[in-house]
């Protein structure tokens, strides 16, 4: 069982930066892809990011790419989310989530385990 609290969300305004962190339980965190997925009101859930669990390889989902950096430190068991330039359109509830021995893939029915999200909102 891995537990998942996420943590750094809040109100920015455009252009400005946010570094979200997910903080999971257990001693096996390195096993796991870890992604971050986010929800718009009255929008699907959809893919932000994914971390491979032996940490080499990183996916973004285009509306982020060369904005939003994903890493992770398994010595404490966290990943974390940079936004940098953020816009109002970033607006949503994240959620990390994590994929036993997972590539960090975007297909959310992969991940077993998953946060309670955090807000974020960017103001124009």
């Known amino acids: 069982q891995v537990q998942l609290v996420e943590s750094g969300g809040g109100l920015v305004q455009a252009g400005g930066s946010l570094r979200l962190s997910c903080a999971a339980s257990?001693?096996?965190?390195?096993?796991?892809?870890m992604a971050w997925f986010r929800q718009a009101p009255g929008k699907e859930r959809e893919f932000v990011a994914g971390?491979?669990?032996?940490?080499?390889?990183?996916y973004y989902a285009d509306s982020v790419k060369g904005r939003f950096t994903i890493s992770r430190d398994d010595a404490k068991n966290t990943v974390y989310l940079q936004m940098n330039n953020l816009k109002p359109e970033d607006t949503a509830v994240y959620y990390c989530?994590?994929?036993?021995?997972?590539?960090?893939?975007?297909?959310?029915?992969?991940?077993?385990?998953w946060g309670q999200g955090t807000q974020v909102t960017v103001s124009s």
């Open positions: 971390i491979r669990w032996s940490g080499g390889s990183t």
């Open positions: 257990g001693r096996t965190f390195s096993r796991y892809a």
């Open positions: 989530a994590a994929d036993h021995y997972g590539l960090g893939s975007g297909s959310a029915l992969t991940y077993e385990y």
